[in-house]
Each structure stands twice: as structure tokens, then as C-alpha cells.
């Protein structure tokens, strides 16, 4: 195994020049949280990262850097179509001169040897195999990506002869290079002289944009941008520089604004990152020169976005032509208002997330201070320059508003804007906003969890009153036998019984007739005078009488009532075992999963996988292109992921193909469709696809066409009869996946609106979502995090239901939930990682080596008792990891010893135990191999012991299966103890 602790001792890679990089998960790459590690490590390291996310296209990722000017770029891709994304990378970074940019990339095991020996001939700089980790680390896998990336961009800079002419070439390349050289300091102070006054003659006007953290400046910019393109039917040349602090320690920088710009991928717009490099302020020092480089470059409108600031820092003001200032409702009590600079300085300010409570507050109170600061006591305070906006929000107003109002002061200022497009708004606020939980139920969690707490008290108060109860009526019985008095034992057996609610009360009454009816072998239930018989007991292969439900032997009423009211039997509240009382049976829960290449293809697999079974539960996987909503295109970084890890569906005719044979409409059919952003057109597809199927089915059955009558009863029976669950959960995506092709609350509205065509359509018998907690696992949450997330979505989509109108009974049944059960520990308790080896509690028998069993096999206890007289010996020496000689072990028979010998498995220490980083070296050879026939790998000894010899392990591997015990010292461990393990034990081998 491998020692992860030697790559986290590893120092960074100290470089020689200042590095830039591109971080980004492949396009339709879905969840993906190693390339945060990545970042992560590589800003730790001093390097300057320039943030992409996720399902970032070749186009996007090479054009990015080159108006960043990086030295690398790192991509994750564990999707598929890796051999035709990077090669693509490869051929647009060539053709556009790019070529010295170094591209590394990481699959996780999904980019086979072979394929990385394939892209790493065709120009790729390396891409890191699960080996690679495993020898190198994490630190060491970015050491060894900076040191390849370690090198002077700025030695393509144009020289100060060439430099205004490069600038003026309209090459965002060129631009990109001269800002790296302005950054890095390579032009002397007469050149950069030189540019300044060659911008002084131009009219460009300038917008800087700033504000505290967090307040949503970038997302804001993204908008206004948006709104220019839109206005101006991107005739204008714009140039965004946003700009983020770097860390004082190590100098990295996360360059990540870009990450929420999605408006400049247009020809027309330049983006360039730039990080503070210890200038002091919230702006970069090199920033007025490349202002000056923007405006030689034609740009029309140049937008500044600082780093986030404080009260009192105002840098930009003097370096733009007009200001923006961007908060939050959130500024604390109204002085704090006083405290802040760019009030008295900003030309506009924006109330950015003006959906937060106290936000129209927030307005009145900083328009009130703007007037103050301003003097402008005549002027309305509705007609300040002072906006409500939410950038989150599709199409707001509020930004609209301040965007029309940008553009004229810019107009004054220079900016070549003709009349737009965009209507005129009124307000100077966001408005029709809509909260998806509306805030008198904005505590709907609390709530929640307050009602449970209380509930557990009142549980726990009945069981003690039941409990009490029972031993009252305990002790008359024994006094009466006892002939002594007992006059107030009714008294207070009485007293106990109020105490107990009537529902308590009638679950203790009704619990002999219950434990009664699950005895029986049939369970009987007469439902709409249909009688139901559920066969109770089944039989097993020995002949064991296996109850279906089987219920707690207790006799006190304390603990029979705990159980009826915090578990009871499956299908009665509290509904822990199960919201029906029995599995339905005669139905094959097995899902039949399948999705790859193209509906033919997946079709066939279909009916292959179905053959023979009664039940068709058609589970459905789509390819990562269907996944984001996309068409299937021949461009190489989509043509690659076309059917990968999916069935590519783009249209109505794909989906009739891939059910075609199967009715949709039939009782034992029942179709599940792993889909989420783009649900809502699949649900129409699959709906449609039912349709036309039972419409196809009734012309071939009466030889015509249905009227227009009969179309709409075999819409409305299809709709009330089809079977299946599609996923459609937004927030496990936006919380764990991130195939997000919408805005959250967009999502959830469009899912309100399934729901309630849903209820309409008495969609009844299929699932509008599948609340997910797996994906939120695999997202990295342990189980109690993953439960809580997955019942806070499920909460979520209740409460924004009911604010909809709709009635919990109506929505309630379509909704379905879908966890990882699987057997993880509990994170909580960490000594449940620990192997078990001995008995009793934990101990410590040397550094660094813990010995943990738990004690839950009877007649063992935490001694010896229990244990053969003749074992104690062997008991002992396994206890305190020791070996007996082969005469004082009468347990070890050449069968046991032979059976020991074929399933060996060496370097026990540092593969099983937490050990010091000496131990953890290795002990001689693995025998790993040795169990599938392999070569045993060597591996360093630990110091001050001799390696094992070549051919060491096969041979004792024989002795003890021949039952000798020549030359077992060849394997002794760093303790004089053989490291050998049982494939599968807790225990280790007495050999």
C-alpha cells in the first residue's frame, strides 16, 4: 500500500518564474472534485490559477488560455472521449500559437496505458495514472507539473520597438503577452511611458467594478455584459480585466472570476485575469498600463473588476471613468454606512442578492445615506443611482435597470453605443421576485427537527408511564400472593393509565392481536371486499422457518410501546420499516440497467438483458452529451462522449427506438431514466413515446385512426397508467454532480410545474423525482451527511410545492428517494478502521501499532474463559502477536497449514496497520501476485534489515503448504514476527 503521508511531507517545487494555469473537469464530465484538489494544491504552491469548473469545452478551455497567457493546462476527464478531447486541445492550441502551452490530464483509470502512451506521442506533457499517485502523491504530481511548466511566457512579448504596432495588429494573442510582460515587470519605465501616452489621446471609457466579498461582483459583470451583447448586437469590442488578491503566503493566487463569466465566449470580447502580486490594494500595480495596452487595442468599453474590499479602500476610482459600487443587504446596523468610502465616491450602486431578507431596507437606508453623502437632498431618493439587482435571477429587472443606466453615463463618456434593443424598464429594483420556500417558512427545517426532538420526549415519557404501570400491577399480583394489602395499588395503576395518551393506550391493547396475526403463516387483509393473503414464513434450504416480519420478544410494556411508536411494523406509522406493509410479490425487483451508443444499440440490450423475466424494469442510462442537454456533434471533444457511459437521445424518434417492443403502458413495465437538467424534455419525450404507442396499438387493433375523442382518452389512460420514476433531482446536482444546465431556482419552478401537470393529469403510477442521496455519497458525504442532505432536498421540494397551492396528498405519492447503503464505517469512530486483531479492548503493544477486537462472541468475553485448555497457549501467543513452537500448537494440522499457505498475503504492517514511516517502508517481498499466479514486486526493506532474497516467498509459500518450516526466518517482519496475513482475516497467521 501505498504511504500517503510521504507525499504530504513533500515541499512545493520552488519556480524559478511565475506560473499560470488553467484548471477545468472535461465537457460533460459531470461530478468531478479531484480537479479542486488539484487547484487547491497548485495555489498552495505558489502558482497563479486561472478556474474553469466543470463541463468546459475544448473551445473554451484553449481560448481561455490564450488571453490568460498560461504556461499550462490541467484537465480532469473521466467521462470518455479523452483521446479525441485532448488531441483536439493539441490541434487548436497548435493552430492558433499556442503550442509551448503544456497540457497535463488525470482519469482516474479511465485513460487506459495505452491510450496514455497514444496522447502523450501526440503532445500532451503527461497524463498522471492512478500509479502516478501512487508512487508520487498528490504534492508530487504537482511538483513534477510545475517543474515541466517552469518557464518565461514573456520571452514572446513583443519588444518596445514592436509594442505599440503588436497592439494595434486587433490580436488577442499579442494583447495576452504584452499584459504577461506588464505583469512580470520586463518593460522599463520609458516604455511603459510610451503606452500611456499613446491611450491618453483615446476616448475608450473605462467601468470599474468593486465591492465587498462575496457580493456577487463577477456574476453581476457577467449580466451587464450579457445586456451589452444583447443591446448592441455585439458590435462592441469589449475588454473585461478582473482582478483577485494573491495570498501572502506562498504568492498563489485563485484566479476564478472567469468561472461565472458566460457571456464573453464571443470573438469580440477579451478576458484577461490578473492577480495583486503584493501591491497593497484590491487592484493589480500593473493595472494602469494595462488599461492603457486595452485601449490601443481598439477595445470600445473596457470593465475593471477588483478584488473584494473593505470599508475603506478605493483604489479604482481614480482609474476609471465611471464607478460601480456592488454590495449586499447585509452591511450590519445603518452607521456602518458612514464608514464606507465608495459611497461618498461610486457614481452607481448596485444592491446585489437583493432576494435576502431586509433587502428594500437595505435600499431605503443607503439610498438615504448616497443623498446625505451628496447633498442631493432635493433630489428624490427613488432617483438616485442607487439599484436593487439579483444577478442569480434569469433576466432581472433590477439589473436591466442598472444597466440602462450605465450605458447612458458610459455614452457621456465616450462609449460608440447606438440605440438598443432592450425595452425600457420603470423600476430600480428587482421585482416580481419569488421566493421557492416563501419566508414564513423559511424555519420549515427547524421546525421540522423541533417536532421530532419533541416527539422522541413524548416517547420516551409514555414508555416510562407503560413501564410504571406494568410494575405497579406486577407488585399487587405479588402482594395479593403475598396476602398483604392493596388498597392503593389501584389507585395508582390508575394515575399511571391517564398518563398514557389514547393512541398509546390502544397500541398496548391491539399488541397481542398483533403479535398473533404476524405468527400465522398467512397474513390476511380484506381490501374493498377483496381479500389479499400474504404469505408470512418461507422456508430455507435447511428447512429454517424464516418469519417475513419479525417482531420483538419483549414482555415490557415500556419497551413494546418504544417500539410501536419509533418503529413499528412495515406500513404503520412511524413508517421506519416501510411506508406498505409487504414487498409486492410476484414482481422481479431487479432493474435491468443499460445505455450505450445508440438507441439500436441500447434497444437490443434491452431485450437481451429482459429475455425470459415477466417484469420489465427498464432502467435507463444516458450518455454525458444527453446529460447537459446537448445534440450529438461531430466536433471532436462532443463526437468523443457520443455513447459513452450512456444511450445518446436527442430526439422523440430516439426514444420511440429504445423502448420500441416494450409496452410502456403495461402493468409489469416500469421504465426509470437517470436524467436531471434536461428531465423535463425527456419526461415529455418518454410521455409522448407512451402515446404514440398506444395510438399506433389501437389503429393496427381497429384498422383507422382514433377521433379526436378517443385521442384524448388514450392520452389521459396512458398518462394515469404508465409506470416508472424519472431522477429530475436539481439540488443533489447542484450539492454533489453538477450536470446543472439551468439555474437552481429556474429547476425547481420547472419541476413545480411537472408536479402539477402531474396532479392535473392524474399522473399517479410514475415518479416526477427521485431524491438522491448516492450521488451526494459519491460526492464524498458519509452516511449521516447524506441522509441529512438528501431529507433537507426532500423537505425543500415539499415547502416549495405547497407554496405552489398543491395538497401534500396530491404530490406526495410521486415522490421516491434513492440512497447509497452501503457499509461504511462510522466516520465518527475511528477505531473501527483498525483491523481485529486479538480479543478484549484496545491496547497498545508497540508505537504506532493498535490491536483492537470487539468483544461480541459468546463465551469469549475479554479473557481466555470459554477457550479450550489445550488452545489457551496458541490463544495467548495470537493475543500478544507472537508464535508458538510447532510442538506447543496442537491447532496447526497440515491441512489448516496448507489452506493458510495458498491464501498468503505479506506486508502486513504497512498494508493493514498505521504504522510510522519507517515500518510503513515495506518488509521484504509482496506476495500479493503470488495469489493470481503473478511475480512477486520488490519493495525497499525497512532500515537496519536485510531485504528478502529473490524466490524467498515462493519457497517458504511450499515449505508450509508441505508442511515444513525451513527457512521461515527469510520473512520475518521488523518485530521478529512473519508479517503474514489470511486473505480476509482479522486475524494474523499464526505461521
Known sequence: MTDLSESSKLQPYKARHKIRFITAAALFDGHDASINIM?????????????????????????????????????????????EYFKYMIDLLRQNGGGNIKVFGGGGGVIVAQEVRELHEYGVARVYSPEDGAVLGLQGMINDLIQKSDFDPGGDAPSAVDLLPALRSDSFGGLARVITALENGLYDEKTRMSLREAAAGLTVPALGITGTGGAGKSSLADELVLRLRLDQQDRLRIAVLSIDPSRRRGGGALLGDRIRMNAIDHERIFMRSLATRDSGTEVSAALPDVISACKIAGFDLIIVETSGIGQGNAAIVPLVDISLYVMTPEFGAASQLEKIDMLDLADFVAINKYDRKGAEDALRDVRKQYQRNRGLFSTPADQLPVFGTQASRFNDDGITALYQALIGSLQTKGLKARSGRLPKVAVRASSHLRATVPPDRARYLA????????????????????????????????????????????????????????????????????????????????????????????????????????????????????????????????????????KRENEDPTRMFAGEGDAFRTNRRFKKVSEGMPAKRLSTAFDSVTLYGCDPDRRPDIYGKI??????????????????????????????????????????????????QQVEKFRSENHRDPTEDELGKIREWTLSTVRGTVQADILKEDQGQNTCIFSTEFSLKVMGDIQEYFVHNNVRNFYSVSISGYHIAEAGA????????????????????????????????????????????????????????????????????????????????????????????????????????????????????AAQARRLLSDHRSEHLPQSRRERSGAGYRTGALVGGGKAKPVEAPRGFPAAQPGAVPRVAGDVAAGGDRRRQCLRGADGRSPLLLVGSDQQCPV
Not at 395503576?493 to 405468527?519: D, F, H, N, V
Open 39 to 83: 487547484r487547491r494544491i497548485l495555489q498552495s504552491s505558489g502558482t497563479e490559477v486561472i478556474h474553469l469548473g466543470h463541463n468546459r469545452s475544448v473551445g473554451e478551455i484553449v481560448s481561455a488560455a490564450l488571453q490568460e497567457d498560461v504556461q499550462g493546462i490541467a484537465i480532469t476527464s473521466y467521462q470518455g472521449g479523452h483521446i
Open 447 to 582: 421546525e421540522i427537527a423541533q417536532a421530532v426532538r419533541a416527539y422522541h420526549e413524548h416517547v420516551a415519557q409514555q414508555a416510562r408511564s407503560a413501564r410504571e404501570r406494568q410494575s405497579l400491577r406486577t407488585a399487587k399480583e405479588l402482594f395479593q400472593k403475598d396476602s398483604r394489602p392493596t388498597e392503593h395499588f389501584d389507585e395508582l395503576i390508575a394515575r399511571k393509565g391517564a398518563e398514557l395518551t389514547a393512541g398509546a393506550s390502544k397500541l398496548l391493547e391491539q399488541w397481542p392481536t398483533t403479535r398473533s396475526l404476524y405468527a400465522a403463516d398467512e397474513y390476511v387483509v380484506r381490501i374493498r371486499d377483496k381479500e389479499i393473503r400474504t404469505r408470512l414464513v418461507s422456508e430455507s434450504l435447511s428447512g429454517s422457518r424464516i418469519p417475513k416480519v419479525a417482531l420483538p420478544k419483549f414482555d415490557d410494556e415500556g419497551e413494546i410501546l418504544r417500539f410501536l411508536m419509533k418503529e413499528n411494523v412495515p406500513g404503520s406509522f412511524p413508517f421506519t420499516a416501510g411506508v406498505f406493509a409487504f
Open 643 to 692: 455513447g459513452n457511459s450512456g444511450v445518446s437521445i436527442a430526439t422523440l424518434d430516439d426514444m420511440k427506438v429504445l423502448y420500441d417492443g416494450f409496452d410502456l403502458c403495461s402493468p409489469n413495465t416500469s421504465v426509470s431514466m437517470t436524467i436531471n437538467g434536461p428531465a423535463p424534455m425527456i419526461l415529455a419525450m418518454f410521455f409522448n413515446a407512451a402515446i404514440d
Open 782 to 897: 458519509n452516511p449521516i451527511s447524506q441522509l441529512a442532505f438528501t431529507l433537507s432536498n426532500g423537505f425543500t421540494f415539499v415547502e416549495a410545492y405547497l407554496a405552489r397551492g398543491m395538497h401534500i396528498d396530491d404530490f406526495s405519492p410521486n415522490l421516491s428517494f434513492f440512497f447509497s447503503n452501503g457499509m461504511d464505517p462510522d466516520p465518527r469512530n475511528p477505531a473501527d478502521h483498525q483491523p481485529r486483531m486479538g480479543v478484549g479492548e484496545e491496547r497498545k503493544s508497540e508505537s504506532g501499532l493498535v490491536h483492537h477486537r470487539r468483544v461480541d462472541r459468546p463465551g469469549r468475553g475479554s479473557g481466555s474463559e470459554g477457550i479450550r485448555r489445550d488452545q489457551q497457549p496458541r490463544w495467548r501467543a495470537r493475543r500478544d502477536g507472537n508464535r508458538l513452537p510447532a510442538g506447543q500448537d496442537p491447532g496447526r494440522e497440515p491441512a489448516v497449514r
